[in-house]
């Protein structure tokens, strides 16, 4: 299966984005060789890792809309909501995948979170 890798978020304060994602998915900080990147690091399952996520940019040109794999949508809905993300589309179900969902970060950036659920349809 592929899985996302390396992705960029634009953000004008990498601290609280930081602090928004270490709360919502538990992903842990760095900073990066680049001055005005962090490295993200995420344990699971696979030991994925993610690196350079978020860049300092004034304005988001977000071309390309990134889905978070997470074991429970209504729980990371729900911790999204407490750290002051937005939902931008509610839990629905992608037949015989899973639940999805969408959110904007407190950069208005939005993302996407998926749970696989093989069972998951439109009922």
């Known amino acids: 299966m592929y899985r996302i890798t390396q992705f960029d978020v634009p953000t004008t304060i990498s601290v609280n984005s930081m602090v928004f994602y270490n709360q919502v998915f538990g992903?842990?900080?760095q900073p990066s060789v680049h001055p005005k990147k962090w490295t993200a690091r995420?344990?699971?399952e696979e030991n994925q890792f993610f690196s350079n996520p978020f860049i300092r940019n004034n304005t988001s040109?977000?071309?390309?809309t990134k889905a978070v794999?997470?074991?429970n949508v209504d729980q990371t809905l729900f911790n999204?909501?407490?750290e002051g993300g937005q939902i931008v589309v509610p839990k629905f179900?992608?037949?015989g995948i899973g639940w999805m969902a969408y959110f904007k970060d407190l950069e208005q950036n939005v993302m996407?979170?998926?749970?696989?659920?093989?069972?998951?349809d439109f009922s």
């Open 93 to 95: 179900a992608v037949p």
């Open 61 to 64: 040109a977000q071309a390309l």
């Open 112 to 120: 996407g979170i998926i749970q696989t659920d093989c069972s998951a």
């Open 27 to 29: 992903w842990t900080f």
């Open 69 to 71: 794999s997470v074991r």
């Open 80 to 82: 999204i909501k407490k």
């Open 42 to 44: 995420t344990e699971s």
